[in-house]
């Protein structure tokens, strides 16, 4: 496949083009940065993950040629190695080209391999960060990352591991958010939740919150709130699937503690007390 440029453009295009990683946030068009918009719309190419919805694409010039380079787990996906081709191409022709990745490029987006393929083979390349699904999801339940009475810090990580790979070594990560007070932000890791949650029980105790965040940020967003002990179980009862997080920590005890409050009095209640 050749990406070459429109021939209206080819007299205008005096030097090779640029490469941006961009990062689409969680779903939602919303929760784009300011930048992100600002580069969207000045892209001639954009390479366009599978989960980047239409509301996004949205911001991109009607002249801009747009290519889906979906990557999902269990799917047919787009070789990594023909995306990286294609960026290399584009550039070379002279297109301002736009890598646009759900959540951020640099957190299990494999910005960081592209980051090194563009330079390379000296393409400038830039990156615009974007809000990652595990932040997001929380927050949309009302609860924190980090908390001074129960999370010291987060560990981001992945459940999903490449071919050749034994993954997390998850028994010591438990033990380790145990001693540290760390709360657990789990991408991709649905297909394996049985073996994590076996693993995970080796050093945490059964009762710690979990929540399980389906579409993070949308309108089809779906969770659920279990304790790690009832993980697996909660997944299939509630039909949860991938794209999803999954977060363990105590920072959740605080959605249950607010459920329990009465309601709080109004502004009219106050003051005809």
């Known amino acids: 496949m050749s990406i070459t440029a429109n021939p209206i453009d080819s007299g205008t295009r005096a030097r090779p083009g640029s490469v941006t990683l961009v990062g689409a946030g969680p779903g939602d068009p919303e929760l784009l940065t300011l930048k992100a918009v600002k580069v969207i719309a000045a892209a001639s ?3 366009v993950d599978d989960l980047v919805s239409d509301g996004i694409l949205a911001h991109a010039s009607p002249a801009a040629r747009i290519v889906y380079v979906g990557k999902r787990g269990g799917c047919r996906s787009t070789p990594q190695a023909f995306i990286e081709r294609l960026m290399i191409m584009a550039a070379r022709e002279g297109e301002t080209v736009v890598r646009l990745k759900g959540g951020d490029p640099f957190i299990f987006g494999r910005g960081g391999e592209e980051l090194e393929h563009l330079r390379a083979a ?10 990652t699904s595990g932040l997001a999801g929380l927050s949309s339940l009302g609860a924190p990352l980090t908390h001074r009475d129960h999370a010291h810090g987060v560990v981001l990580i992945t459940g999903h ?3 050749g790979d034994t993954g997390p070594d998850w028994r010591q990560l438990a033990a380790t958010a145990r001693d540290a007070r760390l709360t657990l932000v789990i991408y991709m890791g649905v297909a394996s939740a049985e073996r994590i949650q076996a693993d995970l029980l080796s050093g ?9 965040i389906q579409d993070a940020s949308l309108p089809t967003q ?3 709130i279990c304790t790690l002990q009832a993980l697996t179980e909660t997944l299939a009862r509630e039909r949860l699937a991938s794209p999803a997080v999954i977060v363990v920590g105590d920072v959740l005890r605080g959605i249950a503690a607010a459920a329990q409050q009465p309601p709080a009095a109004g502004l009219r209640d106050l ?3």
């Open 271 to 273: 003051l005809s007390a």
């Open 122 to 131: 000296g393409i400038e390349v830039h990156v615009v960060n974007g809000i």
């Open 204 to 212: 945490l105790p059964a009762r710690t919150p979990v929540a399980i």
């Open 222 to 224: 779906r969770h659920a």
């Open 45 to 47: 190419v954009l390479l």
């Open 161 to 163: 591991a490449k071919p």
